[in-house]
């Protein structure tokens, strides 16, 4: 098993986030998969799978509105595909969490580049370097914390 690097703060972070993308849509509930899932989140509507979500916390940059390509590992990307498809989960979406708010998108959507790099290792990690996909030109939808 992986070790997790997660902590309670990056999990609080995470369901508020996906609170605010499942926000005023009536019916819609979601449930968490867990901390060693191919996704965070599952969407359900009238206990229809509808779709498999991705959260991931932005630390460094603190709005959706200021200039920042949002990054993730491309195995991320792969597995929220492989997890949607498996699952008949007609949506994959892909949410960068801010301070302020969300950006999220399907990944069919997605536009931009891979390359290989990440963060700097850590102690007991295997996916600290890895191939990247870093945004270009996504068109994303922006929701905001009031």
Do not use: C
Request: no cysteine; aromatic share 8%; glycine share 6%.
């Amino acid at each position: 098993m992986s070790k997790t690097f997660e902590t309670k703060r990056d999990v609080d972070f995470q369901l508020k986030a996906i609170r605010l993308l499942i926000k005023d849509r009536d019916g819609i509930e979601f449930q968490d998969q867990g901390p060693h899932a191919a996704v965070d989140y599952v969407v359900h509507k009238e206990n229809t799978d509808i779709a498999a979500v991705e959260i991931k916390g932005v630390r460094k940059v603190k709005s959706v509105h200021d200039n920042h390509s949002p990054v993730v590992g491309l195995r991320k990307l792969v597995d929220l595909q492989a997890f949607a498809r498996k699952m008949r989960i007609p949506n994959a979406i892909l949410v960068w969490a801010y301070e302020d708010g969300i950006k999220y998108t399907t990944i069919n959507n997605l536009k931009g580049k891979i390359y290989y790099g990440g963060r700097p290792p850590r102690d007991g990690s295997t996916n600290d370097q890895e191939l990247m996909f870093k945004d270009t030109n996504t068109n994303f939808k922006i929701k905001e914390y009031v």
